[in-house]
């Protein structure tokens, strides 16, 4: 079965600064990737997806992610982080015929500082 | 668009009482999906639904958990007798099931609390 590690539970950054959130997965062939954000009190959102072709994702928010299968990660960056971007950060994995379904990491928590 | 409808948003009630929460998925996707969200256990997905058919319902607690979709545009999941561990958001997610199109819509969530 399919799985998702985000290794960060926590991470507090400069606005202005540069971010990057890990995300490591596991599974057989090549998965489906997801970044998804969730505001306080808000349903999810995506942010960005990775099924196949170029390895660099961009999305939504000045977001991008890039998919390294040599080392089974999807990091997520933002060159300049926005105190709007305080949230918490989901990466989710998928694979071909799972009837959409996709299996959620534990989540990475972002505050933005001044 | 419409995106997915949950109600309530908020539900108080008391230890023993029956809940449910409702959601109507965006209108044109075929698979539907029930989440639960703590502090403790993060998201968890509870039960899964395939053009009104529940593929999988591994998720599910308890058999106090149950879940319905009667037809494509409204599902249900019912809690009876519902207890204080049960207090969560209670999340519904809808997708369409094309080639590769596995993007989650999600609603905005029911906050549940079980006094």
């Known amino acids: 079965a399919q799985s998702v590690t985000q290794p960060d539970i926590h991470i507090t950054v400069s606005e202005g600064a540069s971010l990057e959130l890990r995300c490591n997965y596991s599974?057989?062939?090549?998965?489906?990737l997801f970044w998804y954000v969730q505001s306080p009190g808000q349903g999810l959102q995506l942010l960005l997806k990775?099924?196949?072709?170029?390895?660099l994702v961009q999305g939504i928010k000045g977001f991008e992610a890039e998919f390294k299968r040599s080392q089974s990660s999807f990091n997520l960056r933002k060159p300049s982080v926005h105190w709007s971007d305080a949230a918490e950060y989901f990466c989710?994995?998928?694979?071909?015929?799972?009837?959409?379904?996709?299996?959620f990491g534990t989540g990475t928590k972002l505050q933005v500082i001044p | 668009d419409a995106g997915v409808i949950q109600s309530p948003r908020h539900e108080v009630t008391e230890m023993g009482q029956e809940v449910t929460l409702r959601c109507k998925p965006i209108?044109?996707?075929?698979?539907l999906f029930w989440y639960r969200q703590t502090m403790m256990r993060g998201l968890e997905l509870l039960i899964y639904?395939?053009?009104?058919?529940?593929?999988?319902d591994s998720g599910m607690p308890e058999d106090r958990f149950s879940a319905k979709m009667p037809n494509a545009s409204f599902s249900t999941l019912k809690i009876q007798p519902s207890e204080p561990r049960d207090s969560a958001v209670y999340f519904c997610?809808?997708?369409?099931?094309?080639?590769?199109?596995?993007?989650?819509?999600f609603g905005p969530g029911t906050r549940l609390t079980v006094t």
């Open positions: 639904f395939n053009n009104n058919v529940p593929i999988d």
């Open positions: 990775y099924f196949s072709g170029d390895t």
């Open positions: 989710a994995v998928g694979y071909s015929g799972g009837y959409q379904k996709v299996t």
């Open positions: 997610a809808s997708s369409l099931a094309e080639q590769q199109y596995y993007e989650q819509y």
């Open positions: 209108s044109g996707h075929n698979s």
């Open positions: 599974y057989g062939a090549t998965p489906y």
